[in-house]
Nanobody, 127 residues
Framework: QEQLVESGGGSVQPGDSLRLSCVTSRRNIRNYGMGWYRQAPGKERDVVVVQTTGGTTYYGESVKGRFAIVRDSAKNTVYLQMNNLRPEDTAVYYC?????????????????????WGQGTQVTVSS
């Protein structure tokens, strides 16, 4: 059974940056379509960014130009670089991985597309 372990969350001020990490335990991340999601209190889980094994990437509208997904296959790690953070970015962030192939990047934006999920890491942006 694959395990995803996230780290890097914390409390920051508006305008600051954070980098979240997600490490896979069994297979190399190059085998997985990967996604980052977030869930704020009282809200549904929303897609932040997803990426296919081929590198096709989809960013949620609210994070375009501020967040970036980066893979390091040598470390079995996928990162979420978050810049210019805003209070509305406050949420628990989850990484997800899937071995399944979907013909459209849009299919990767749905939570049902993923086989494995991390435990989540809290990000709080507040002045």
């Amino acid at each position: 059974q694959e395990q995803l372990v996230e780290s890097g969350g914390g409390s920051v001020q508006p305008g600051d940056s954070l980098r979240l990490s997600c490490v896979t335990s069994r297979r190399n991340i190059r085998n997985y379509g990967m996604g980052w999601y977030r869930q704020a209190p009282g809200k549904e889980r929303d897609v932040v960014v997803v990426q296919t094994t081929g590198g096709t990437t989809y960013y949620g509208e609210s994070v375009k130009g501020r967040f970036a997904i980066v893979r390091d296959s040598a470390k079995n790690t996928v990162y979420l670089q978050m810049n210019n953070l805003r209070p509305e970015d406050t949420a628990v962030y989850y990484c997800a991985a899937t071995l399944r192939y979907y013909s459209s990047i849009i299919d990767y934006t749905y939570a049902w597309a993923y086989d494995y999920w991390g435990q989540g890491t809290q990000v709080t942006v507040s002045s």
